[in-house]
């Protein structure tokens, strides 16, 4: 059983938006911190954002702060990212990962995460 999968991927124009979902098994979700990194082309995967399933407290990449929004549906064990004002430069595989709240590494620490899904890709034409 796969333990975080994504979707809402794909091609949009510049200026338009994409809501991202990510259902996790509920122990996969429970008490752990979500995140949604991304991989643009020929680099390295960053984090995008990040949030809370017991608080919902979050956290963003200033690349797509005021554009993105991260929320959760405990009742569903799912994470979202909202996506709006797309620009070229967000194009990328975005994945989902979860880990332990605490553990002393900044959230877009990916060692931090000890789960991941395969990722959906978003592309952004401009």
């Known amino acids: 059983q796969e333990q975080l999968v994504e979707s809402g991927g794909g091609s949009v124009q510049a200026g338009g938006s994409l809501r991202l979902s990510c259902v996790a098994t509920s122990d996969t979700y429970k008490g752990n911190l979500i995140a949604w990194f991304r991989q643009p082309p020929g680099q390295e995967r960053a984090g995008v954002a990040s949030i809370s399933a017991i608080s919902g407290y979050t956290y963003y990449t200033d690349a797509v702060k005021g554009r993105f929004t991260i929320s959760r549906d405990n009742a569903n064990n799912t994470v979202y990212l909202q996506m709006n004002s797309l620009k070229p430069e967000d194009t990328g595989v975005y994945y989902c990962?979860?880990?332990?709240?605490?553990?002393?590494?900044?959230?877009?620490?990916?060692?931090?995460?000890?789960?991941w899904g395969r990722g959906t890709q978003v592309t952004v034409s401009s």
């Open positions: 990962a979860a880990g332990p709240l605490y553990t002393g590494a900044p959230w877009y620490t990916e060692t931090r995460y000890n789960y």
